[in-house]
């Protein structure tokens, strides 16, 4: 009880020699105030980073899996990329052979002329997939329906097309049970597929026309013996290693590749990708958090000196106070919560700066940091740094106020 | 009514010190501030403490405000002995045994004069609760009532040193101690601080004073002359002999002073 009033009264007398000090603990605090704030800053940029790009991957699709043939280095001169082109058994054995995959689309994808009437496309995408494409890419039709097993097993000459392609072919708003013609084959179009933008970084750009058929009908229609690429979707995103592992011992065992020998294919997980993000900003914050300890550090010196210069201009008062029956312990904790208080003020300060950094990030133009925030932890973090600064750099002025003799410091000029 | 203090150890004293030495190192010289004082104040005494600079008398002062330890000896305050207390029970005794009044005042400028006197009680374990109460009513002990909120800047000389006293008084302590308290002041004060003290002791305060001037020392009931770190002498003041002779020399003086003023109209001095 006498320790809790003791200490409130050690908080207001304080706050009454800060602001008895006003500039003095203000120059003083500046380099909590620019540590904090700075980081602060730095923290809500790399949380605004992440969120942009963690909600880029979802619109991907966490679960999802990218699967494609690549020449290894070490093979350049013996193999060429037709011979690690992915090919249907090979997709077949995945979806039979690994539980951690949960549906699988091949994808098989040219360019054609479209013609609806009198008007002509040229080069318009039509890419050939497996029913289960919908679910794996989100990509559910708005009108008519999607493709069946039939339509795969019967290599019908139905399409799906997407709105940007009933824009760009002057098609009816609701184009189910028209025709199209691809290449020089005509097409009935089945169903509505929305477009989906994809960033840059996945590949997506421009706003598009796209024409899906059954992934049988456009190879017969080409007569291409390999397909392209793969997408899988794994039962729960946590499977993502162990859907990878499967995935390339089922294409390892089916292409021969000898222990030692490298892989003829590449596999991509979201989520790995997202682990991947995770770590680099992990990196990026302990970065800055070194950053920040050192400018803490300076800031603390700062406190220090000012803590010390302030024991030395208070020596009488402090002897005093102790001449009056200010115990030891006392005298310390006075001080050691002046320090304290004033790097908490600092960090309060830095805070109030971070946040003023955090808005102007989120209203930078062409920036993808709109949702920039300080997080709470960060918040937490700052206040008990500064609170911590001001403990360790305020204890040894502190302890040498504590220590004076009080007939010494009665005598002190 | 002569007491024999020598062997006496009175449990009702407030102040008995038995064979007090203290000694100092200067580097690797000892300096023997006190050489075995013997002393003891009982309760509602009012004792002056005189001696010639370097006589000890600071460093006792220091000793019986429990600012300092004694090398060697027992100090019992009230009973207590406190020659062994660490710091921390020093401090609780100083805050609630002990009154100070320095010569410098040492008010806190920034404070008012209510903030000055409520700061012991600010460190006291009781004492907090109604410290305002207990502060307004020291300074109307003193005659400052409508000097409460003046800061020390705004207040005379006498009147911080007025305060100071509030400020020892606040806690009830046994003992006011008072070092020098007219050292910083005019004559005129001097006497308003003297009445003051003269007030107190009446009330039933224990004062003892540490001073070089007789007319001061001329106000306790009895007078403690230190000399080399031992006491010399320790009479009540009407007895002692240094004091009598000042009181004759002054008397002698006074009486060439009317003279000089009573001839002064002739212009006999050149």
């Known amino acids: 009880m006498i320790f809790v009033r003791m200490f409130l009264q050690t908080v207001v007398l304080a706050l009454g020699q800060i602001w008895a000090n006003k500039a003095r603990a203000m120059l003083t605090s500046l380099g909590i105030i620019i540590g904090v704030g700075s980081v602060t800053a730095v923290i809500a940029g790399l949380t605004g980073l992440k969120d942009y790009v963690l909600t880029e991957f979802e619109t991907f699709g966490a679960k999802t899996m990218f699967i494609d043939g690549t020449v290894p280095e070490s093979m350049r001169n013996r193999i060429n990329w037709r011979q690690v082109q992915l090919t249907i058994p090979e997709i077949q054995a995945i979806a039979e052979h690994s539980p951690a995959v949960a549906r699988i689309t091949p994808r098989y994808y040219n360019s054609y002329t479209i013609r609806n009437g009198e008007l002509a496309k040229e080069g318009v995408l039509v890419t050939g997939i497996w029913p289960d494409w919908h679910e794996i890419q989100d990509r559910r039709v708005i009108l008519g329906r999607e493709f069946n097993r039939i339509d795969e097993e019967e290599m019908r000459y139905v399409c799906i097309v997407n709105d940007e392609a009933i824009a760009e072919l002057n098609l009816d708003r609701d184009p189910v049970g028209d025709h199209i013609l691809i290449g020089d084959l005509r097409f009935l179009i089945v169903g509505v597929v929305e477009t989906k933008q994809l960033s840059p970084m996945f590949g997506g750009g421009d706003v598009r026309s796209e024409i899906f058929t059954p992934l049988s009908t456009s190879m017969k229609i080409d007569s291409g013996l390999h397909i392209r690429d793969a997408f899988a979707q794994m039962s729960d995103p946590k499977l993502a290693d162990e859907a990878q592992a499967q995935i390339r011992f089922v294409l390892r065992q089916m292409r021969g590749l000898e222990p030692g020998e490298e892989d003829t294919f590449i596999i991509f997980a979201t989520q790995q990708a997202i682990d991947q993000f995770n770590g680099i900003a992990a990196g990026m914050t302990a970065v800055a958090g070194g950053i920040v300890s050192i400018s803490l550090l300076v800031g603390g010196i700062g406190i220090m000196n000012i803590m010390l210069v302030s024991v030395s201009e208070r020596t009488r008062e402090i002897g005093l106070r102790k001449a009056v029956g200010a115990r030891p312990a006392i005298i310390l904790m006075q001080f050691l919560v002046e320090a304290v208080t004033l790097c908490t003020i600092g960090g309060l300060i830095g805070l109030v700066i971070g946040q003023s950094l955090t808005l102007l990030l989120q209203n930078m133009p062409d920036t993808p940091l709109e949702h920039a925030s300080i997080p709470p932890w960060a918040i937490g973090l700052a206040f008990a740094f500064s609170a911590s600064v001001g403990v360790i750099f305020g204890m040894f002025p502190a302890i040498k106020a504590a220590r004076l003799d009080p007939i010494e410091a009665l005598r002190h000029e | ?270």
């Not at chain 2, 409460?148 to 509030?166: D, E, I, T």
């Not at chain 2, 009181?247 to 009486?255: L, P, S």
């Open chain 2, 1 to 270: 009514m002569i007491v024999k203090r020598e062997h006496s150890t009175d449990m009702s004293a407030a102040i008995d010190i038995r064979g007090l030495r203290k000694v100092y190192r200067m580097g690797v010289e000892r300096v023997h501030a006190l050489r075995g004082v013997d002393l003891t104040i009982n309760r509602n005494e009012f004792v002056a403490i005189m001696g010639p600079s370097g006589s000890g008398k600071s460093t006792l002062m220091n000793v019986l405000g429990c600012l300092d330890r004694p090398t060697a000896g027992t100090y019992r305050l009230n009973g207590k002995p406190v020659q062994k207390m660490g710091a921390s029970e020093l401090a609780g005794v100083r805050n609630i045994e002990i009154g100070f009044v320095f010569q410098t005042f040492e008010l806190l400028p920034r404070a008012d004069a209510l903030r000055n006197v409520m700061l012991p009680l600010l460190y006291s374990k009781h004492g907090w609760f109604g410290a305002r109460r207990s502060a307004k009513r020291a300074l109307e002990r003193v005659g400052l009532a409508d000097r409460m909120n003046h800061k020390p800047n705004q207040l005379s000389g006498g009147q911080r040193q007025r305060v100071a006293v509030a400020r020892a008084l606040v806690t009830n302590p046994s003992i006011l101690l008072a070092d020098e308290p007219t050292g910083n002041l005019d004559s005129t004060t001097s006497e308003e601080i003297i009445a003051l003290f003269h007030n107190l002791h009446s009330e039933g305060q224990t004062i003892v004073v540490v001073t070089h001037e007789e007319d001061i020392a001329g106000h306790a009931e009895r007078i403690v002359r230190l000399h080399d770190g031992r006491v010399k002498s320790d009479l009540p003041t009407v007895r002692d002999p240094i004091h009598r002779a000042w009181i004759e020399r002054t008397a002698e003086k006074m009486q060439d002073l009317s003279e000089v003023v009573t001839r002064k109209p002739e212009g006999v001095t050149p």
